[in-house]
């Protein structure tokens, strides 16, 4: 008990050293884009969350369902839908079924680093970037920039002044006659902001970051810079409006926002922690040791703690010791009529076990001697001798030890001298 005592405390201990040690260190920010409603980071989406259930006036919708699920369930008839990821890479049924979707009047917002590759090819674009960088620089953010604006004849003036960090990907399409009057330009990056650009790609001056492609009665829309869209885009001032802008294609019906093909979300909330907790370094590593320090505690500890058992030894046999000491006795009172009698009780109860005489209660005539003498393969007059003998006997008869030796020798089958 003292040694648990002693082992608790030292945890204590350590615990309060450790909370000591970093009271003072600033709040350190994780900069991985998880776009998660959960997630209050600077890339999650907890806040756009927020501010869509309070302000979307056809009312918002948060799911883990796939598009084939919302199909069945039929979810999206008269909604819009929304997915913000990294990579969306739906399987061929989900893609059919948000182009069927899209189609018949729907209209979808995706918001994404890159896309499958059947979705580019069947719509002539691809994701291409003009700053090569890395969001290791977090903390420098505001050191590049670049000017997003729409293109929209109401808001064409209007500017963005976003951080090249998370605003580095654009569109290059390749248009065809049909594309022509079915592929549209919502949003633009000024390549004058790029200083490389012109010498990277000599193309064109526009670089596209989002546009809506125009199918059936509905309309796709694709934007490739998702950073944008989270709690680090929605809480800055200076460009939030660039994302209300882009969800203002949406506000006419009720908004369905899907993050099953988030990395890590294609489960849900039903989706293990651990995912969570590996996809960070310094708490994979704090996981890997508690891990591993809980493999050492089970093996050290595993040995049953008990004080040693005692070997106890049988119990020794006495019968011997008990029949020497009372035949000790019995020496010692030299009493050997009361032997003779009591060694003649047992042979009586023996005798009447195995042939059925009883030699105590019945008369010892002449029918007696005969009848135990034919049972017992004895003749009739040893027979006859040895009760006369014994019948005279009583606990005052003076017996000596050749008598007494004698008469339980012819008890146990021998003949009288």
């Not at 969570?276 to 704090?286: D, T």
């Not at 996981?287 to 595993?302: G, K, Q, R």
Request: one cysteine or more; charged letters at 20%.
């Amino acid at each position: 008990m003292k040694k648990k005592i002693i082992y608790i405390v030292c945890l204590l201990v350590l615990f309060l050293l450790l909370y000591w040690s970093n009271r003072n260190v600033p709040v350190q920010y994780v900069w991985m884009p998880t776009y998660s409603i959960d997630d209050k980071q600077p890339f999650g989406a907890s806040v756009l969350d927020e501010l869509l259930k309070a302000s979307w006036k056809k009312g918002y919708t948060h799911t883990y369902q796939s598009i084939s699920d919302l199909s069945e369930t039929n979810l999206l008839v008269e909604s819009n839908l929304l997915i913000i990821t990294e990579k969306f890479f739906p399987s061929d049924d989900d893609l059919n079924k948000l182009l069927d979707f899209v189609e018949r009047g729907g209209n979808t917002l995706i918001i994404s680093n890159s896309f499958t590759q059947e979705l580019t090819n069947s719509l002539h674009c691809y994701v291409a970037y003009n700053v090569i960088s890395d969001f290791s620089e977090n903390l420098n953010l505001e050191k590049k920039m670049n000017t997003l604006r729409f293109c929209g004849p109401d808001n064409h003036t209007q500017s963005y002044r976003i951080p090249a960090s998370i605003s580095s990907k654009y569109f290059d399409t390749y248009k065809t006659k049909e594309d022509k009057d079915s592929v549209y330009i919502v949003a633009e990056c000024d390549s004058a902001t790029v200083a490389n650009y012109q010498t990277w790609r000599n193309k064109t001056k526009d670089m596209p970051v989002t546009l809506r492609f125009q199918k059936g009665k509905g309309n796709l829309l694709l934007s490739c810079n998702p950073q944008i869209f989270t709690n680090y885009g929605i809480l800055n001032d200076s460009y939030n409006q660039f994302i209300w802008n882009t969800f203002a294609y949406l506000q006419d019906k009720p908004l369905i926002r899907t993050e099953y093909y988030q990395v890590g979300s294609q489960y849900g909330k039903n989706q293990s922690p651990f995912r969570y907790l590996i996809s960070i370094r310094p708490l994979r590593w704090a996981l890997y040791i508690t891990l591993i320090t809980v493999c050492i505690f089970m093996i050290f500890t595993a040995k049953r703690k008990q004080k040693p058992i005692p070997v106890v030894k049988p119990p020794a046999n006495k019968m011997l010791d008990f029949v020497r000491s009372i035949a000790a006795l019995y020496i010692r009172k030299n009493n050997n009529a009361d032997v003779v009698l009591k060694k003649y009780t047992y042979w009586a109860d023996n005798i009447k076990r195995n042939y059925g005489i009883d030699i105590i209660n019945e008369k010892h005539d002449a029918d007696f001697f005969e009848r135990f003498a034919a049972k017992t393969g004895q003749t009739t007059d040893n027979v006859r001798s040895l009760f006369r003998y014994l019948d005279g006997i009583d606990k005052d008869t003076n017996v000596s030890d050749s008598q007494m030796i004698e008469l339980v020798a012819s008890m146990i089958g021998g003949s009288t001298k």
